[in-house]
Structures are given as structure tokens and as C-alpha cells.
Nanobody, 125 residues
Framework: QVHLVESGGGLVQAGDSLRLSCAVS????????MAWFRQAPGKERDFVAG???????TLYADSVKGRFTISDNLRSSVYLQMNSLKPEDAAVYYC???????????????????WGRGTQVTVSS
């Protein structure tokens, strides 16, 4: 059984940094891509960043390029380093797994078959 558990959210000021972690269990890493999505109140769930666990290839939303970095420890965790946070980055951040993706990364929620429960990130101006 696959489990994804996010941690590391919190309340920060604009310009601060946060590091989110996603603990992963029960997943075959070699066939998977991992991603972070976020959802603000009243808005759709949007792709933030993704990483292919086999190739290490990464993909970022334009809104976070140069500020956020996705990484993994090649075993059981995925991270999202968020720097220069802005009020518009505030949202619930979700870790997601696409377990049928040996190559590439999708930015569409429909392809991700496992999800964590999310962690809240609040950014004050």
C-alpha cells in the first residue's frame, strides 16, 4: 500500500524560505514520477514541480522557476525547497506520485494516482 505524508509547512513572512518533505512508502521508485501540487482556497489544484525518480529530470511551473527546487534522496523522500516566498505562494501543498511514469513528468493532476493529505503554507506580506 502506498503512503505519502507531507511535512514542513507553516507560517512565514514574504521573502522567507521553507522546506517541505514528503515521506513515501510502498512505491516502486523506478517506475515513478513525483510531484508537488498546491491549492489555494477557491482555486484549482496546480502543478508546482516534479521529478522523475529514474532519470532525475525535473519540471517546474513558470511561477516558481528560480525560487523552488525539487529533490529526492533516491530512496523514500521527496523535498521542495521554497525560497523567496511570496504571499501568492500560500496554499495547501500536496505530494503526489505517478506510479506509471518510467520516463518523463506530467503536470496534470489526472495522471497522479497517489496523493498525500497536504501541508499548509501561509505567507504573510
Amino acid at each position: 500500500q502506498v503512503h505519502l505524508v507531507e511535512s514542513g509547512g507553516g507560517l512565514v513572512q514574504a521573502g522567507d524560505s521553507l522546506r517541505l518533505s514528503c515521506a513515501v512508502s510502498g512505491l516502486t521508485f523506478s517506475d515513478s514520477a513525483m510531484a508537488w501540487f498546491r491549492q489555494a482556497p477557491g482555486k484549482e489544484r496546480d502543478f508546482v514541480a516534479g521529478i522523475n525518480w529514474t532519470s532525475g529530470t525535473t519540471l517546474y511551473a513558470d511561477s516558481v522557476k528560480g525560487r523552488f527546487t525539487i529533490s529526492d534522496n533516491l530512496r523514500s523522500s521527496v523535498y521542495l525547497q521554497m525560497n523567496s516566498l511570496k504571499p501568492e505562494d500560500a496554499a495547501v501543498y500536496y505530494c503526489a506520485a505517478d506510479s506509471r511514469r518510467p520516463i518523463g513528468i506530467s503536470n496534470l493532476t489526472v495522471y497522479y494516482n497517489y496523493w498525500g493529505r497536504g501541508t499548509q503554507v501561509t505567507v504573510s506580506s
